[in-house]
């Protein structure tokens, strides 16, 4: 098992540096050991899927990776999480500061009940990212556009946010992440509650975000993950069972518990 | 088959239903290499006739697997080990059904070369590597379901074996021919015959690489052997 993971390492190894670099994690969240000893290297430009099933560990791993998992007491975080190279659990990182660069998207759309136009404003206005009016304008337009809603919502900024579909509202909550010109964008089941459609433009978007962002995301559908991503980690009882590149995951995996998860079959 | 089952059991039943057409159309096109072969030396035409018949219903067989294949794949989305296995599923179907072809082919011709002055040893010689290519057949097949791909390499190998044999008939068929010109058409018959067979050799080998390529999802690499140089090798024309 240890080969696999170095194995998968030397494979996602590529001429530039990782994003982000985690290096023997655990999480306990009281007796409970949640991740064991997990090594992984995001790359930049990269769609990451992080696959498993419930109860694995992927979502409390993506959470360390913008502290999170900070805001749960009995939650308790080892080892090494780097961002271009600096120690995010460093003692100088601002939890918030951090949190602006490695922006998060959650399973139910959630946004703020303001106006659509606020919603996005909020990032940039509290982290003070503009100077003029017209500064913060442009900002906003931008991420809308980013987030390949600007169509649908240019005319009504003024309107409740809350007041949209739900494939819009996810793409307001992704333009609100993107706000903030973030590196990293962390996504938790960000499709689970769209229909096909919404998902299909919300899938669509992540592959164009790849452009400027690596963006890591958690799913249940598998599917899923062999659409947009480009390296896939599957996690197993806290463990990082494999990772490797999607196509190799989905045609011929190395472990048969990766085997068995993507399959279908009882382990 | 994957030894643990899935989740949703019709997906395994359909897997093994297909699997399973997929060996009787190995068993339909097994008898028709025998039996063609057989119909060729007994001068049975009444056999020879029957083998082209059955070759329809290794036809069905195969456009059957293509459509089962294109539905499981676009209502279950395979990956990995069952991905590869439709995969090799619907390859190891076309092999068949042209090795088929190649035995119908072969009966069709015994109907000509009895009109024919007769070529002695020939038939003998012919079944025989026949028989080899459908034990070689046989063992692909029973390798595929044991999903052995050491089994899969070994029969790769005995690709050799049938090129040899194929090798020595058609030095046997150039020295026939030079010997009288009256045995010039059967002995062309003869060879189209034997090259029909070394050709049936060469997708029981596929078969066989797709054995390996379930099994550990990568085809056979190295580029094997060339048994068969009679288009190569100018020494063996000039007898």
Known sequence: MKDQITHGLENSVTSTPSKISATQVNVHYGDAHAIKDVNVEIAPNTVTAFIGPSGCGKSTFLRCLNRMNDTIDICRVTGNILLDGEDIYDRKVDPVQLRAKVGMVFQKPNPFPKSIYDNIAYGPRIHGLFKTKADLDTIVENALRRAAIWDEVKDRLDAPGTGLSGGQQQRICIARAIATAPDVLLMDEPCSALDPIATAQVEELIDELRENYSVVIVTHSMQQAARVSQKTAFFHLGNLVEYDDTTKIFTNPRDPRTESYITGRIG | ?239
């Open chain 2, 1 to 239: 088959m994957n030894s643990s089952q899935h989740i949703r059991s019709a997906f395994d039943r359909d897997l093994d239903m297909i699997q399973a057409k997929m060996l009787k159309m190995g068993g339909l096109v097994e008898a028709a290499i025998l039996d063609a072969a057989k119909s060729f030396e007994s001068r049975d035409l009444e056999l020879a006739q029957e083998v082209r018949a059955r070759d329809k219903k290794i036809d069905a067989l195969e456009a059957q697997i293509n459509e089962d294949v294109t539905r499981i794949i676009a209502l279950r989305a395979p990956a990995a080990s069952d991905l590869r296995t439709l995969l090799s599923i619907l390859k190891v179907a076309g092999n068949l059904e042209r090795i088929g072809d190649y035995a119908k082919n072969m009966a069709k011709r015994t109907n000509v070369l009895l009109q024919l002055p007769l070529i002695e040893n020939s038939p003998a010689s012919l079944r025989r590597l026949a028989r080899e290519v459908q034990i070689m057949l046989k063992d692909a097949l029973d390798a595929y379901t044991q999903r052995d791909a050491e089994m899969g390499m070994d029969i790769i190998s005995r690709d050799r074996d049938i090129d040899e044999l194929y090798n020595a008939l058609f030095r046997e068929f150039l020295t026939y021919m030079m010997e009288d010109p009256r045995n010039i058409t059967p002995s062309m018959h003869l060879h189209f015959i034997a090259k029909n067979i070394e050709r049936m050799g060469d997708h029981v080998t596929s078969i066989a690489e797709q054995v390996v390529f379930v099994v550990t999802g990568e085809l056979p690499g190295e580029p094997r052997d060339k048994g068969d140089v009679t288009s190569t090798d100018l020494d063996l024309s000039q007898g």
